[in-house]
Structure formats: structure tokens, C-alpha cells
């Protein structure tokens, strides 16, 4: 495949601890909860020049989690010893806008990227399982519609909270005795349907201005909201190999940032992929079946139920075709609920296939490098993705980056340096100038125009 443009594809690692299931000799048993695991996946990732390193999480277990959900470390915390064992790798962390307060969340993630120099980021999502409810003082979950409704309002609110100290604002002159420029302090005031909250935020702007900001959604009110605030967005779409869907999808976001005048190519698309290799083609497929092999379907089926807000899926056969499950989901992974009844409806599926097919995606990212960065190469050109996180084991990412990687490389789609100290930097976003001081150097040009 021939080489392409400018433009460059972008890559990313989850960081969970896990990485797989805890049985697998290539897993850590206590890998959830080891931050010497998280840190190796970034160590990895940055060794690959990967973007960042990506920590989802949820607020609630039951127990049908799966094992390593039991017990897993908090976002913040496992991203800030991170930041200590790294230096180049960006940090990406889930924090929900349901329930939680914006100056928190704001002053946590602003923390996050004064101490890792810049490289800190958001997965702004909206909470989708009723438990994260009950666990924070509410009876319900809050119906879809206005789950995104007040994670408009809240992003709102945090980012202007970050501009809450103009980059130079921070002087600390000894000779002078200044140590802070105080007017260049602004408070926010807002007062909004959801939120009222003062300001201004106790911490400094960081390198790259303020952190980078990712959504999750992929329903029409996710989309909406992704194109109006993220820089990034993660989307499944691709994981599956179906290219037409994962365009489609990428198109719309791209169109709808640009209906609200932004630039498309400053929103960027991440499906997550779990790629498996093989020195040929047939043993990556023994590589694949193997792994399926190896999943116990309770687990599997236990992984599919959180997706429906953990229906009790235990009331159907196995092997029979799952019946029309309605609108049992709907209110909990919206779009991935609904894509899960699709398939399964259109395919006949059993609920031991469906519980496979979440647990462990058959998708066409299985083969031998070649072929993989073949794969990764015809989205990305055809501009269904812009990058991709890149899940598995430690033993799968070690020969991703040191197979794939290289492959692309020498495409000259993927870089060989980092070209940034930042996250922003690295994935060509601009930087996020103070709207306080855009309006003070407006202010000041008919001055000097005068003068």
C-alpha cells in the first residue's frame, strides 16, 4: 500500500491493569489494582510514541461485574503516578458529568496537568448505569435526553473554569517582589439550569492550556454534544471491521462540528481495537479462537449485561436466539445496547454469540502485521478514523508496537519522534487561548491603533 499525506495517523493505549482476563498467563492477576501494570502500559505506549493512555471507569459493581471491575484503581489517582513514571505519553482519565461537581472535576484535571507538564485529558461521559445513581444519592439514573443536557452545562462550566488565570498571569519575580499578575484573576459567575458556581479555579493554566477534552457518545444527543465540546471522540464503529458504518459515523461528527463553525479536523475519532497477531494468517485466527476458547461464558455474559444496565440476561437459553429484548437498555449504553439488539435480531443471535462478540469483537484487526497495518492503514486513509486505542495484554501491546508499529512507520503515516511535549501538541490540536485575554487584547488594539 502506497504511502499518504500529511495528515498522520494517531495511536493510543489503554492503561487498565488488566488488560484481558486474570486466568490468562499473559495477564496480571492483580493487574487492576497494581499501578506498576498501569504504568508498564504506558511505558509501552510511550516507547511506541502513542499519544496517550486511556482509564475508563464506572462508579458501581455489582456482583456479575466482571473480576477486574471489582476492584480496579480511581482514574485520578492511578493517572497521577503515572505522570511521574512518564514523560512524554499523554493521560486520559473517565469522570462523569452526572454525578460529580464542575469545580472538582475542573480543579482535578487542571492538577493532573500542571504536575504531568501538559498532557492531561478528559472523557467527559455521562454515566449510563442506574447503581452510579444510587451511589451518589439518587433513586434513578437520569433519563438519556437530560443526562446530556446537563454535561453540556458542566463542560461549559469547567472550561471556563480553566480560563480562570490568563497564561502569564503567574509571574513570581523575586526582584520585583510581584508573584502574581492579580487582574490578570477572573472569576466565572455563571448561574445555569443545573449548575452555580463562582470561581475562579485555584490553580494555573498549564503548557498546553488546559486539558483535552474526549466524549463517548454515539447516540444523536452524544454526537451533538461531541461536536459542540470534544477534541476527541471514542467510537466502537471501527472495532467491528465495518467500514461503512464507521464512515458514516465519522462523517456525521465531522459535519456537525462543522455546522458549529469548528474546524472537523480538531475533533478526532478513536474507535478502541484489540488486535492479535500471528507470524500467518492462520495462526493469528488460532490466536483469536484460542482467546475464545479460553472465555468462560459466564464472564462473557456478565461483560454483555453491563452494557443493558446488568439486565439478567441468566433467564435465557444459552443456545437459542435471543428474543426481542425491547427497550431494555435504552436508557443505560444507548447506542451500544442498541447495536448489540441489531445484530442479534438481524443475525439470529444466541446469547452465548452475542456475549462473545462484546466480550471479545471478531473483528478484522486479527492477522499477521502486515495485514493489521493494512487494516488500520485503509481507515485511516479512507477517513473513517483519525487513530485508534489499542487494547490487550502487555505480551500483545509489546509486539504491537514492536511489529505494527514500525509498518506504519515506514508508510510515513505514523511518527518516529514525538513532535510535542504536550498532548494538545502531539495531536495537532491548537492551543485553547483565554477568552479573558482575547477580549483584553481586543480591547486594547483600537488603542493602540489610535495611539
Do not use: C
Amino acid at each position: 500500500m502506497s504511502t499518504t499525506s500529511k495528515r498522520q495517523l494517531k495511536l493510543a493505549i489503554g492503561l487498565q491493569g488488566g488488560g484481558g482476563h486474570w486466568r490468562d498467563p499473559d495477564v496480571r492477576a492483580d493487574g487492576s489494582v497494581s499501578i506498576d501494570a498501569y504504568a508498564e502500559y504506558a511505558r509501552i505506549g510511550e516507547e511506541g510514541r502513542f499519544d496517550f493512555g486511556f482509564i475508563a471507569d464506572s462508579a458501581y459493581i455489582t456482583k456479575d461485574s466482571t473480576d477486574h471491575f471489582l476492584s480496579r484503581l480511581e482514574p485520578l489517582s492511578a493517572l497521577s503516578a503515572v505522570a511521574a513514571r512518564t514523560s512524554r505519553i499523554g493521560l486520559l482519565g473517565t469522570f462523569t458529568t452526572s454525578y460529580s461537581e464542575p469545580f472538582t472535576t475542573a480543579r482535578q484535571l487542571a492538577s493532573l496537568d500542571v504536575i504531568s507538564g501538559g498532557r492531561a485529558g478528559w472523557n467527559a461521559v455521562t454515566s449510563a448505569l442506574e447503581g452510579v445513581a444510587r451511589n451518589h444519592g439518587h433513586d434513578r439514573l437520569h433519563e438519556h435526553a437530560l443526562r446530556y443536557r446537563i454535561a453540556r452545562e458542566y463542560i461549559e462550566v469547567v472550561k471556563g473554569l480553566w480560563d480562570s488565570w490568563e497564561d502569564d498571569a503567574f509571574v513570581r519575580d523575586k526582584q520585583t517582589g510581584v508573584y502574581v499578575d492579580r487582574d490578570k484573576m477572573h472569576t466565572l459567575d455563571h448561574a445555569g439550569e443545573f449548575f452555580k458556581v463562582q470561581g475562579p479555579l485555584n490553580i494555573e493554566r498549564s503548557p498546553q492550556g488546559r486539558p483535552v477534552v474526549f466524549q463517548a457518545g454515539a447516540s444523536d444527543v452524544g454526537r451533538d454534544l461531541a461536536a459542540r465540546h470534544a477534541d476527541g471522540v471514542f467510537s466502537d464503529f471501527a472495532a467491528t471491521g465495518d467500514l461503512a458504518r464507521a464512515k458514516e459515523y465519522y462523517d456525521d461528527l465531522k459535519s456537525r462540528a462543522k455546522a458549529y463553525g469548528r474546524d472537523p479536523d480538531h475533533i478526532l475519532v478513536f474507535p478502541s481495537i484489540r488486535p492479535i497477531l500471528g507470524d500467518t494468517e492462520d495462526e493469528a485466527r488460532d490466536n483469536y479462537q484460542r482467546l475464545i476458547d479460553e472465555l468462560d461464558v459466564g464472564h462473557a455474559v456478565k461483560y454483555l449485561s453491563r452494557y443493558f444496565s446488568f439486565f439478567d440476561f441468566g433467564q435465557f437459553p444459552l443456545d437459542e436466539p435471543l428474543p426481542d429484548l425491547g427497550e431494555i437498555g435504552n436508557n443505560s449504553f444507548k447506542s451500544t445496547a442498541e447495536y448489540y439488539k441489531k445484530i442479534a435480531r438481524e443475525r439470529q443471535l444466541t446469547l452465548r454469540q452475542l456475549a462473545f462478540i462484546a466480550t471479545a469483537p471478531p473483528d478484522d484487526f486479527v492477522g499477521t502485521p502486515l495485514q493489521v497495518a493494512d487494516k488500520i492503514q485503509h481507515f485511516f486513509e479512507q477517513r473513517a478514523v483519525d487513530g485508534f486505542i489499542v487494547g490487550g495484554s502487555h505480551k500483545a501491546a509489546r509486539e504491537f508496537v514492536a511489529k505494527v508499529v514500525p509498518i506504519l512507520q515506514e508508510r510515513g503515516i505514523f511518527r518516529r519522534e514525538y513532535e510535542h511535549a504536550t498532548l494538545r501538541g502531539n495531536l495537532g490540536l491548537p492551543f485553547p487561548e483565554n477568552r479573558h485575554a482575547l477580549a483584553r487584547r481586543a480591547a486594547q488594539a483600537p488603542e493602540e491603533a489610535a495611539a
